[in-house]
C-alpha cells in the first residue's frame, strides 16, 4: 500500500519511489511509473534495451560509452582505435606540411570541412534516418575533429564524463603550450645555430643570401599564429558544440510534474540539472562556471577578437590581398605588413581583398547551427527547419557577394591594382612636369604603361590559369545546395509521413537521393583538393611565360641604353658621359683630399678647408632662396590667372 506523507501531498519531495496522486490513495497498489532517459533505452515490460542500464534505462551499461546522450558500444580494441587516430593524425599533419611546401592554397579544403561539419551536426537520433545514412553520418563525424571518436571511456577502467569533457575544452591550452615552446626553443636554440652556419658560409664565401635575425624571428612567430588560429577554427564546432551541451536540459517524457518538472542534462540523462553534489551527483553544477568560460572565451571572445582585429586594420588586409593575388609580399622589401601576413593570413586569405569580414559570418553560422542543434533536440523538425533557413540565409548572402578569391577573382583584383597605380603614377608624373625636364618625363611615362602591360599580362595569365583550378564561390554554393537538401530530407524522414507501409518505396527512393547526395558531395570535395594540386604546376608555368614576357618588354625598352659603347655612341653621347665620368672622378677626389686633410693637415689647409665649406653652404642657401622666390612668383601668376579661366569658362 503506497505512503501518504505530508511531503506528498504538496508534491514537494521528487525522491520519493512511492508517488501517488491524491485521488488513488483508496487503492491497495499505487504503481509509481518512470519515464526512460533516452526514450529509445527501454524496449518494454520494465527492460532496458541493449547497452543501457539503471532505474530509468539511463545509464550506459558495461562495455559501452556515451555519445550525445545515447548509449554506443565500445570498440573490440580501443587501444588499436587510439593508435589508428594517432597515425591519422600524423598522416594529415604530413599532407598539410607538403601542401605547405608546394604553396597549395587550402581554401577549398576548409570550405569542404565546414560542410561536412555541419552535415555532422544534423545527426539526430531522434530523426528517423536510414540506418545507412546514419552510419554515413559516423564516418563524416572525424571532420569535427572529436574526442568521441577515441571512445576514451572504454579504455582501461573508464574515463568520467567531465574528465572526457575537461579534456576536450582544454585542448586549445594545450595547442598554445606547444606553439610556445616551439616558438621558444626555435628562438633560443635553432635560430643562433643558423646564425653561426650563415656566418660559417659567409666567411667561405658560400652564402647566397643575407641572414637577418628579425625577419626569421617574425616568421616563426607568425608560424605560431597561424598553426593555432587554424587548428582553432577547424575545432571551432566541436569547442563550441561541447560547452553548450551543459546548459540543455530537457524534462522527461512525460514530465513528472507539468507545471515544474524535473530538467535532466541531455548528454548524461542521470544527472538531474541545478542539483548540488559531487561529480557523479550534481555534475551539472559543477561544470556551469567551466561551461559559461568556454562559451564566452570560445564562442563569443574569439569572434570579437577576429572583428576588432580585421576591422582596425582592414586597410592593411587589403593592401596584403592586392599583394597576394599578384604572388608578392612574401618580403619585407615589398610587403611592409609582412608580420601581420604571417599571423593572420589563414583566417582571410582566400577572400577577396574587401571581404575581411567573411571569416566572421562564417563562425556566426557556425555558431548559430550549433546553437540550434543542441536546443532544439527534443524537436528535430523544429530544429531542423531553424536549421535550414540559417543555412539558406548564408546561400542568399553567398550569391550575392560571392566573397572567395580563386584564379578569376584574383585576375580581377590585379587589373584594379594596375588601374589604381597607373593613376597615382599619372597623378605625380603630372605634379613632377612642372619642375622636371621633359625627356625624363616621358621616360617615366613609358616606364609606368609597360608596368601596367605587365599587370595585365600577369592578370591575362590568372585568367587563362582559371580553367585548371576550381572556383571557390562555386564549390561553397554547391555545398550549400548540399546541406539545404539534405535538411529538407531530414525534415520529411521526422514529418511521419512516411510511416505508412505503403510509401515504403518512397521513403527508401528519398533515402537513395540522400545517401548518393552526400557521397556526390564526398567524392567531389577529394575531386576538387586532387584538381587543386595538379592544377599548381600548370599555374606556375603560365605564371613564369608572363613574368617572361614582362622581362622581354623591359629589356626592349632598355635595349638601346645597353648596347651603347664607344664604337656607337655620337659626339653628344661621348661628352655627356665624359662629364659624368668627369664629376664622378672630381666627387671621389674631393672626398680623399678631405679625408687627407682631416687627418694629416696642417693648421693652414685645415683653416682653408672650413673657409671652402663655408663658401659652399653659403652658395647651397643661396640656390634654396631662389627656388623659393621662383616658386612664390609662379603661384602669384597662378592665383591671379585663375579667375580670367574661371570667367572664360562662364562665358
Given at each position: 500500500?503506497?505512503?501518504?506523507?505530508?511531503?506528498?501531498?504538496?508534491?514537494?519531495?521528487?525522491?520519493?519511489?512511492?508517488?501517488?496522486?491524491?485521488?488513488?490513495?483508496?487503492?491497495?497498489?499505487?504503481?509509481?511509473?518512470?519515464?526512460?532517459?533516452?526514450?529509445?533505452?527501454?524496449?518494454?515490460?520494465?527492460?532496458?534495451?541493449?547497452?543501457?542500464?539503471?532505474?530509468?534505462?539511463?545509464?550506459?551499461?558495461?562495455?559501452?560509452?556515451?555519445?550525445?546522450?545515447?548509449?554506443?558500444?565500445?570498440?573490440?580494441?580501443?587501444?588499436?582505435?587510439?593508435?589508428?587516430?594517432?597515425?591519422?593524425?600524423?598522416?594529415?599533419?604530413?599532407?598539410?606540411?607538403?601542401?605547405?611546401?608546394?604553396?597549395?592554397?587550402?581554401?577549398?579544403?576548409?570550405?569542404?570541412?565546414?560542410?561536412?561539419?555541419?552535415?555532422?551536426?544534423?545527426?539526430?537520433?531522434?530523426?528517423?534516418?536510414?540506418?545507412?545514412?546514419?552510419?554515413?553520418?559516423?564516418?563524416?563525424?572525424?571532420?569535427?575533429?572529436?574526442?568521441?571518436?577515441?571512445?576514451?571511456?572504454?579504455?582501461?577502467?573508464?574515463?568520467?564524463?567531465?574528465?572526457?569533457?575537461?579534456?576536450?575544452?582544454?585542448?586549445?591550452?594545450?595547442?598554445?603550450?606547444?606553439?610556445?615552446?616551439?616558438?621558444?626553443?626555435?628562438?633560443?636554440?635553432?635560430?643562433?645555430?643558423?646564425?653561426?652556419?650563415?656566418?660559417?658560409?659567409?666567411?667561405?664565401?658560400?652564402?647566397?643570401?643575407?641572414?637577418?635575425?628579425?625577419?626569421?624571428?617574425?616568421?616563426?612567430?607568425?608560424?605560431?599564429?597561424?598553426?593555432?588560429?587554424?587548428?582553432?577554427?577547424?575545432?571551432?564546432?566541436?569547442?563550441?558544440?561541447?560547452?553548450?551541451?551543459?546548459?540543455?536540459?530537457?524534462?522527461?517524457?512525460?514530465?513528472?510534474?507539468?507545471?515544474?518538472?524535473?530538467?535532466?542534462?541531455?548528454?548524461?540523462?542521470?544527472?538531474?540539472?541545478?542539483?548540488?553534489?559531487?561529480?557523479?551527483?550534481?555534475?551539472?553544477?559543477?561544470?556551469?562556471?567551466?561551461?559559461?568560460?568556454?562559451?564566452?572565451?570560445?564562442?563569443?571572445?574569439?569572434?570579437?577578437?577576429?572583428?576588432?582585429?580585421?576591422?582596425?586594420?582592414?586597410?592593411?588586409?587589403?593592401?596584403?590581398?592586392?599583394?597576394?593575388?599578384?604572388?608578392?609580399?612574401?618580403?619585407?622589401?615589398?610587403?611592409?605588413?609582412?608580420?601581420?601576413?604571417?599571423?593572420?593570413?589563414?583566417?582571410?586569405?582566400?577572400?577577396?581583398?574587401?571581404?575581411?569580414?567573411?571569416?566572421?559570418?562564417?563562425?556566426?553560422?557556425?555558431?548559430?547551427?550549433?546553437?540550434?542543434?543542441?536546443?532544439?533536440?527534443?524537436?528535430?523538425?523544429?530544429?531542423?527547419?531553424?536549421?535550414?533557413?540559417?543555412?539558406?540565409?548564408?546561400?542568399?548572402?553567398?550569391?550575392?557577394?560571392?566573397?572567395?578569391?580563386?584564379?578569376?577573382?584574383?585576375?580581377?583584383?590585379?587589373?584594379?591594382?594596375?588601374?589604381?597605380?597607373?593613376?597615382?603614377?599619372?597623378?605625380?608624373?603630372?605634379?613632377?612636369?612642372?619642375?622636371?625636364?621633359?625627356?625624363?618625363?616621358?621616360k617615366a611615362k613609358q616606364r609606368l604603361e609597360m608596368e601596367q602591360k605587365a599587370q595585365e599580362v600577369t592578370a591575362q595569365a590568372l585568367r587563362d590559369s582559371a580553367k585548371y583550378f576550381v572556383n571557390y564561390n562555386k564549390v561553397e554554393s554547391f555545398f550549400m545546395i548540399c546541406s539545404i537538401f539534405v535538411c529538407l530530407s531530414g525534415i520529411m524522414f521526422g514529418s511521419g509521413y512516411f510511416n505508412m507501409e505503403y510509401l515504403a518505396s518512397q521513403r527508401d527512393a528519398l533515402a537513395y537521393m540522400d545517401i548518393f547526395v552526400v557521397v556526390y558531395s564526398l567524392c567531389f570535395f577529394f575531386y576538387v583538393i586532387g584538381m587543386e594540386v595538379m592544377a599548381v604546376k600548370k599555374f606556375r608555368q603560365s605564371k613564369n611565360k608572363a613574368k617572361w614576357q614582362a622581362f622581354q618588354k623591359k629589356a626592349a625598352f632598355h635595349k638601346d641604353i645597353l648596347k651603347i659603347d664607344n664604337s656607337n655612341a655620337t659626339s653628344e653621347e661621348k661628352q655627356a658621359a665624359s662629364k659624368i665620368s668627369a664629376a664622378f672622378k672630381g666627387r671621389e677626389a674631393r672626398k680623399a683630399l678631405r679625408a687627407r686633410i682631416e687627418s694629416e693637415g696642417t693648421d693652414e689647409q685645415k683653416?682653408?678647408?672650413?673657409?671652402?665649406?663655408?663658401?659652399?653652404?653659403?652658395?647651397?642657401?643661396?640656390?634654396?632662396?631662389?627656388?623659393?622666390?621662383?616658386?612664390?612668383?609662379?603661384?602669384?601668376?597662378?592665383?591671379?590667372?585663375?579667375?580670367?579661366?574661371?570667367?572664360?569658362?562662364?562665358?
Amino acid at each position: 500500500r503506497p505512503q501518504r506523507v505530508k511531503e506528498q501531498e504538496v508534491n514537494l519531495d521528487r525522491g520519493l519511489e512511492n508517488k501517488c496522486v491524491k485521488d488513488r490513495w483508496h487503492r491497495d497498489v499505487c504503481p509509481y511509473t518512470l519515464p526512460c532517459e533516452p526514450l529509445e533505452a527501454c524496449v518494454g515490460d520494465n527492460k532496458c534495451g541493449l547497452g543501457y542500464a539503471g532505474k530509468k534505462c539511463n545509464k550506459c551499461d558495461q562495455g559501452f560509452f556515451r555519445k550525445d546522450g545515447f548509449c554506443l558500444t565500445c570498440p573490440t580494441n580501443p587501444g588499436l582505435v587510439i593508435a589508428m587516430l594517432c597515425v591519422a593524425m600524423l598522416g594529415v599533419g604530413a599532407v598539410f606540411y607538403i601542401i605547405k611546401k608546394l604553396k597549395i592554397n587550402i581554401g577549398v579544403i576548409s570550405i569542404g570541412i565546414d560542410y561536412f561539419q555541419v552535415l555532422g551536426l544534423f545527426n539526430n537520433p531522434l530523426i528517423p534516418w536510414p540506418k545507412a545514412m546514419t552510419s554515413l553520418y559516423e564516418y563524416l563525424s572525424s571532420f569535427s575533429f572529436s574526442v568521441d571518436l577515441a571512445s576514451p571511456e572504454c579504455l582501461g577502467s573508464g574515463m568520467a564524463s567531465h574528465e572526457k569533457w575537461f579534456m576536450t575544452e582544454f585542448i586549445p591550452i594545450g595547442i598554445v603550450l606547444g606553439v610556445s615552446a616551439y616558438c621558444i626553443i626555435s628562438v633560443t636554440f635553432i635560430l643562433p645555430m643558423k646564425k653561426a652556419q650563415h656566418h660559417t658560409k659567409v666567411l667561405m664565401g658560400q652564402a647566397t643570401k643575407a641572414f637577418n635575425m628579425k625577419t626569421e624571428m617574425t616568421t616563426i612567430v607568425g608560424i605560431g599564429f597561424s598553426t593555432f588560429l587554424s587548428v582553432f577554427y577547424l575545432m571551432y564546432v566541436n569547442l563550441v558544440k561541447k560547452a553548450m551541451d551543459i546548459f540543455n536540459c530537457s524534462p522527461g517524457d512525460p514530465p513528472d510534474d507539468p507545471l515544474d518538472p524535473t530538467l535532466f542534462l541531455d548528454i548524461q540523462p542521470d544527472q538531474v540539472c541545478f542539483q548540488p553534489g559531487n561529480w557523479d551527483t550534481g555534475l551539472h553544477v559543477k561544470l556551469i562556471p567551466f561551461a559559461i568560460a568556454c562559451v564566452a572565451c570560445y564562442g563569443l571572445a574569439f569572434p570579437t577578437f577576429v572583428f576588432f582585429k580585421f576591422y582596425k586594420n582592414k586597410r592593411i588586409i587589403f593592401e596584403d590581398q592586392l599583394l597576394a593575388a599578384q604572388d608578392r609580399g612574401d618580403k619585407e622589401i615589398t610587403n611592409p605588413n609582412l608580420a601581420f601576413r604571417k599571423r593572420y593570413s589563414s583566417l582571410y586569405k582566400n577572400f577577396k581583398p574587401d571581404k575581411w569580414y567573411w571569416i566572421l559570418l562564417i563562425l556566426g553560422r557556425k555558431l548559430a547551427i550549433c546553437f540550434v542543434s543542441l536546443m532544439f533536440r527534443r524537436d528535430p523538425i523544429f530544429q531542423l527547419a531553424l536549421a535550414c533557413s540559417v543555412i539558406f540565409g548564408a546561400f542568399t548572402c553567398q550569391l550575392l557577394h560571392r566573397p572567395y578569391m580563386g584564379m578569376d577573382e584574383r585576375a580581377d583584383v590585379v587589373l584594379f591594382a594596375s588601374k589604381r597605380d597607373f593613376e597615382k603614377g599619372n597623378k605625380l608624373l603630372r605634379k613632377m612636369s612642372a619642375f622636371g625636364e621633359t625627356e625624363d618625363i616621358e621616360k617615366a611615362k613609358q616606364r609606368l604603361e609597360m608596368e601596367q602591360k605587365a599587370q595585365e599580362v600577369t592578370a591575362q595569365a590568372l585568367r587563362d590559369s582559371a580553367k585548371y583550378f576550381v572556383n571557390y564561390n562555386k564549390v561553397e554554393s554547391f555545398f550549400m545546395i548540399c546541406s539545404i537538401f539534405v535538411c529538407l530530407s531530414g525534415i520529411m524522414f521526422g514529418s511521419g509521413y512516411f510511416n505508412m507501409e505503403y510509401l515504403a518505396s518512397q521513403r527508401d527512393a528519398l533515402a537513395y537521393m540522400d545517401i548518393f547526395v552526400v557521397v556526390y558531395s564526398l567524392c567531389f570535395f577529394f575531386y576538387v583538393i586532387g584538381m587543386e594540386v595538379m592544377a599548381v604546376k600548370k599555374f606556375r608555368q603560365s605564371k613564369n611565360k608572363a613574368k617572361w614576357q614582362a622581362f622581354q618588354k623591359k629589356a626592349a625598352f632598355h635595349k638601346d641604353i645597353l648596347k651603347i659603347d664607344n664604337s656607337n655612341a655620337t659626339s653628344e653621347e661621348k661628352q655627356a658621359a665624359s662629364k659624368i665620368s668627369a664629376a664622378f672622378k672630381g666627387r671621389e677626389a674631393r672626398k680623399a683630399l678631405r679625408a687627407r686633410i682631416e687627418s694629416e693637415g696642417t693648421d693652414e689647409q685645415k683653416q682653408a678647408l672650413k673657409h671652402v665649406e663655408e663658401r659652399r653652404i653659403a652658395r647651397s642657401e643661396a640656390n634654396a632662396m631662389k627656388k623659393k622666390k621662383k616658386k612664390k612668383v609662379k603661384r602669384v601668376k597662378t592665383k591671379r590667372s585663375s579667375p580670367e579661366l574661371k570667367q572664360g569658362e562662364l562665358q
